[in-house]
């Protein structure tokens, strides 16, 4: 974009002003059909481009930054000053967010925290209920604790590389340390003994690399805090309005606020429409702080018990046995105030919750600091008689981290099932279950990222052979698993392949009727009516032109059947269908990821040794099971880890592979962090309030009409904006979603806030809403409202391709467009003149202030 042709008249109509300057509106009484019509489209996932979106090359910047700013043609700048020039069609607008989760390069940093990500998403997950506010909030709780266990599992994975694989082992070993010189210096034995290389001062210098993860962790999480969850929304008072609408209606709108109440009660319930939704600044900031205390923590007690441990041994010297009493005692101490931290509140969404707690938020990291301070201190003290032997107690750490995130999950299973009996709805994923097997796979996850660097680093030291006692026998027995976890996936994918083939086989029968090619005429032939390649203007499509463009002349010859192309489209149709079987998929996922992580754990518990060393002895097949299971298990989660690095470096370097990562993030990082706050950041926190104060202040403004429009994941934000709006302003407001994921996603997995209800409430609080989907779509599709809601939100799914074959109207053949260019498509262009239409005079101008 030009900078030098930016739009910086402030004052404009079109743009948006600031708060404290937003004065009373300036054309009252103004009909809404003679008020400029606006069209703002939100754009989905992959992120895109205003001049693409707006379809002209020559765009610029009404409101915004360069993270996320809404965009005008430059012919449309002024728009509002020239209402003549866009009777009968909207002024289109761009709201481009994609630089909130696809911008610079430490956009791939992110890749680290995906477990926390995840763990993130099971929290809003959550069976829809009503009136169990006690049952609720053990989910959430039990979801935190979970995202702690993360956490502690992260760092205690870099301890258990830094501090026992290459300070414990490696440094004490002669043969290790030579081979790796740069480990020269901790070594006693080629430094000679020297200041160093005693246990416990390698412990310390160690701890520097678990350290400085935790604070780099910190130090991002209390970044993007600022930068995400201190975007404050609009102010609302106890009746749902913003802060500057607080004045009595009167005159029409009067009337039309008092129809409008009941919707007030509505919007109350739906979660996404309470004030404080989109605003967890209080929350993250405690969790922040609890979970970065927890990173302390664990170093200090990877450094301190240790030496502690050796102290307490017969003839030791009893004021250093006293001091490592001690310091574990304040361990213990702040461990248990790191969970009441995170257990004592959760979000806090019918306000605006501004406070925040500063002596948590202070002191809490500051004292798990210093008591890291002091463990490194404690275990540099001088000790002449200790030798590093063996490995630090790495089972009992791993191990108990993987038993308490198995109870967690079992309870959180518990917990979701007895909310779902409560309120049970058949379209929900998994009956309910999904949170606790989301949470899973994040557990599982992170257990898979911790032996797979353990395992490399191990590997590369020196292997897991008589030299070096290798990593804790726990995580041997979890990358075991994975081979056994990978002939499930094999399986689950060939169960797949057949549903794709039966499903083809039944499509193609529809496709075959559909377009005409048995018995009966065609329906995509449009002799008459031009192509959207052949430059036709967007805007100019009679209004009466819609569903029966594909009305066929009776004359019309059936169209010649191409096999090949019949399969195509079926097949296309079918591989869309599959997103419908993701439940299952999870369910088996995660349930044979908790069997065998069980079986793991009872395996490294009663045997205390590998899975090959396990098994010497038995039946031949059973030794060579477990032989081979260690080996490839040690391979897969080896070149898995590999994988993952060069993927992240490429996406540091590529800014197309970033913006690859960035569809990942932008499908997981819609939701608020309220279970983990190094999870990557919420970016709807920042594109919520953006959508709501710019259709607030132009409605307001202009008295004109404006209709939302959201494809894919802007559908989603669209859908989320208008839930935040006040009723006057919502009224205005038409909602178009094309491809949308808000009920075959969004609704199936998160049903507590994108159910049948939420959904219903949207549909009667909005003017109208139309919904637009294909049937080769594999993300959108319809979102089932019923018409006792208002009018029917469904339209009869598009056809694709428009044509099946060569046509006058397209003389090429027709693409499969699948889930992009629905705007390519005629009747979206009818489908949206139908929502202005609908958009009558009726409705009440913006009012005066008195």
Not at 353 to 373: C, F, G, Q, T, W
Not at 608 to 618: I, K, L, V
């Amino acid at each position: 974009m030009d900078r030098a042709r930016e739009h910086t008249a402030h004052t404009e109509p079109g743009e948006q002003p600031a708060p404290q300057d937003s004065g009373p509106p300036t054309h009252s009484g103004r009909s809404t059909t003679d008020a400029t019509a606006l069209e703002l489209l939100v754009h989905g996932v992959g992120g895109t481009t205003p001049e693409r979106m707006l379809d002209d090359p020559r765009t610029v910047r009404v409101t915004g930054d360069d993270t996320a700013a809404v965009f005008r043609r430059i012919d449309d700048a002024d728009a509002e000053r020239r209402p003549a020039d866009y009777r009968g069609k909207p002024v289109p607008e761009a709201y481009v967010w994609c630089n909130l989760t696809s911008g610079n390069s430490s956009r791939a940093l992110w890749l680290l925290l995906l477990p926390f990500m995840v763990v993130n998403l099971a929290h809003w997950m959550r069976p829809t209920t009503r009136g169990r506010r006690s049952t609720v909030r053990l989910y959430g709780l039990l979801v935190r604790l979970a995202g702690l266990t993360l956490t502690v599992l992260l760092v205690a994975a870099a301890c258990e590389v830094a501090l026992d694989l290459t300070a414990w082992q490696c440094a004490g070993a002669r043969a290790c340390a030579e081979a790796h010189t740069w480990l020269g210096f901790l070594s006693p034995d080629v430094s000679d003994g020297g200041w160093w290389s005693q246990p416990g001062r390698r412990l310390a210098v160690a701890a520097v690399a678990p350290t400085a993860l935790t604070g780099l962790l910190w130090y991002l999480s209390h970044r993007t805090w600022s930068e995400y969850e201190s975007q404050r929304p609009m102010d609302r008072d106890d009746d749902g309005r913003p802060e500057d609408e607080k004045v009595a209606p009167d005159g029409p709108e009067a009337g039309a606020a008092a129809h409008l109440a009941p919707d007030v009660e509505d919007t109350a319930r739906v979660a996404l429409g309470r004030p404080g939704f989109w605003y967890g600044r209080r929350l993250v900031a405690r969790l922040r702080a609890a979970h970065a205390a927890a990173g302390f923590l664990t170093v200090a007690a990877a450094v301190g018990t240790s030496a502690a441990r050796h102290d307490r041994r017969a003839g030791g010297p009893a004021l250093l046995e006293l001091l490592g009493w001690l310091l574990n005692s304040a361990l213990v101490l702040l461990a248990v105030i790191v969970v009441w931290v995170v257990c004592r509140r959760g979000r806090s969404e019918r306000r605006l919750d501004k406070h925040l707690d500063e002596n948590v938020v202070r002191l809490l990291p500051s004292s798990a600091i210093a008591v890291l301070v002091l463990a490194v201190v404690y275990a540099g003290w001088s000790r002449p008689g200790w030798r590093s032997t063996g490995r630090l107690p790495g089972d009992l750490t791993f191990g108990g981290i993987t038993l308490v995130q198995g109870l967690l999950v079992i309870a959180l299973g518990v917990v979701a099932h007895t909310l779902h009996r409560s309120r049970p709805d058949p379209r929900t994923a998994m009956y309910g279950l999904a949170g606790p097997a989301v949470a899973m796979l994040a557990c599982a996850l992170g257990g898979v990222m911790s032996a797979g660097v353990a395992q490399r680093v191990a590997d590369w030291l020196g292997g897991t052979d008589d030299a070096l006692s290798g990593p804790p026998v726990v995580l041997t027995w979890q990358a075991s698993g994975i081979p056994p976890l990978l002939l499930v996936l094999v399986t689950l994918l060939a169960w797949l392949a057949h549903r794709t083939w039966v499903l083809r086989r039944a499509e193609t029968e529809a496709v075959e009727r559909e377009y005409g090619l048995v018995g009966e005429r065609p329906q995509e032939q449009l002799e008459g009516l031009p192509g959207p390649d052949e430059g036709r203007d967007r805007d100019s499509v009679p209004p009466d032109e819609g569903r029966d463009r594909y009305s066929v002349p009776p004359d019309e010859e059936h169209e010649a059947q191409d096999a090949g192309r019949t399969r195509r489209i079926a097949r296309t149709r079918a591989m869309a269908a599959l997103t419908d079987r993701a439940p299952r998929i999870v369910a088996v996922i995660s349930t044979v990821t908790l069997l065998l992580g069980a079986a793991a754990l009872t395996g490294a518990l009663v045997t205390g040794e590998t899975p090959a060393r396990a098994a010497r002895g038995s039946h031949d097949f059973v030794e060579g099971a477990a032989q081979t299971a260690q080996a490839l298990g040690s391979w897969l989660i080896g070149v898995g880890f590999l994988l993952f690095v060069t993927w992240g470096r490429r996406a540091y370097k590529d800014a197309s592979a970033r913006r690859t990562i960035g569809i990942l993030w932008d499908v997981g990082t819609f939701w608020p962090r309220a279970a983990h706050p190094f999870a990557p950041p919420c970016y709807a926190e920042r594109a919520v309030p953006d959508l709501t104060w710019r259709m607030a202040t132009w409605t307001r403004t202009t008295g004109g009409r404006l209709v939302l429009s959201g494809h894919s994941q802007g559908s989603v934000l669209a859908a989320a904006a208008a839930w935040q709006l006040a009723p006057s302003v919502r009224s205005r407001v038409a909602l178009l979603t094309y491809g949308s994921p808000l009920e075959r996603l969004y609704g199936r997995w998160f049903p507590a806030h994108f159910g049948p209800e939420p959904l219903a409430a949207l549909h009667r609080e909005v003017d109208c809403w139309r919904n637009l989907y294909r049937r080769t779509d594999p993300i959108g599709g319809p979102v089932h409202l019923t018409s006792r809601h208002g009018p029917q939100v469904d339209a009869e799914p598009f056809m694709d391709p428009l044509a099946y074959g060569r046509t006058g109207a397209h003389p090429l053949p027709a693409p499969i467009l699948g889930h992009s260019d629905y705007q390519a498509d005629p009747a979206f262009v009818a489908e949206r003149k139908h929502l202005l239409d609908r958009l009558g005079t009726e409705l009440p101008g913006p009012r005066t202030s008195p």
